[in-house]
């Protein structure tokens, strides 16, 4: 049985994608404060890019269950 669930986490979705952008700048050192904050916002946009096929309006995710496979996967958007 395949089973589809809609979450709606519009806080998790965008601290998640913030929280990735500040990984992303962890090891660098030597980067003044207004440069930290433009790669920052560069890396940031390019994280909501590359996860928007998965995440509508910024806030909504679909999983679908395979019961039979014991899988999960996220179903893209339409």
Known sequence: MKIKIHLKD???VYDSRNEAAKASLKNMVGLSENERKA???IR???IIDQTSPWI???EYVT???DTETNT??????D
């Open 72 to 77: 999960a996967i996220v179903i893209k958007k």
């Open 63 to 65: 999983i679908e269950i």
């Open 39 to 41: 790669l920052y916002e």
């Open 44 to 46: 940031r946009e390019e």
């Open 10 to 12: 519009p806080d998790g």
């Open 56 to 58: 509508e309006y910024g």
